[in-house]
């Protein structure tokens, strides 16, 4: 069907693309895969405080492997790349922000992890109004 130099061309663009379907396939795909990196019960004798933190230090490990992946993933070959270095961390630090939620609503904490509001910086203000 192909022969030499176009297979030797097509080759190696036809692995990454199956390369990169793959590994996205397993990093990206929800819940389950979360849920198999965290241990059950992790939580149970955290209090509210120890929940808070926990939660804030899940969230900023979540933005920083978020920026690494997106900043990798410029291409099909990086976006691989980025998948299998990051995406089974980001994979599990996903499962405990879910177990970290569920802590907090059993242990009826008054605030939720993970949903804080973001500050307004003043570039990202909404214009104000001209009078």
């Given amino acids: 069907m192909f022969s030499g130099p176009i297979m030797r061309r097509l080759l190696p663009i036809v692995l990454t693309f199956a390369g990169a379907l793959a590994f996205g ?3 990206m795909s929800g819940d389950p895969l979360a849920s198999a990196f965290v241990a059950p019960g992790k ?3 955290f209090q509210c405080d120890d ?13 920083q492997l978020e920026a690494l992946m997106a900043k990798s993933g410029t ?3 990086g976006q691989l790349i980025g998948d299998a ?4 961390e980001l994979a599990s630090m996903r499962g405990q922000m879910r177990d970290l939620r569920e802590a907090a609503r059993d242990k009826n904490c008054n605030f939720v992890p993970g949903a804080e509001p973001t500050p ?3 570039a990202l203000a909404p214009p104000s109004k001209p009078r």
């Fill in 120 to 122: 307004v910086t003043p």
């Fill in 25 to 27: 396939g397993c990093t």
């Fill in 43 to 45: 939580y149970v004798l």
């Fill in 51 to 63: 929940i808070d933190r926990e939660a804030k230090n899940v969230a900023a490990r979540q933005k």
């Fill in 85 to 88: 270095s990051y995406g089974t």
């Fill in 75 to 77: 291409s099909a070959a």
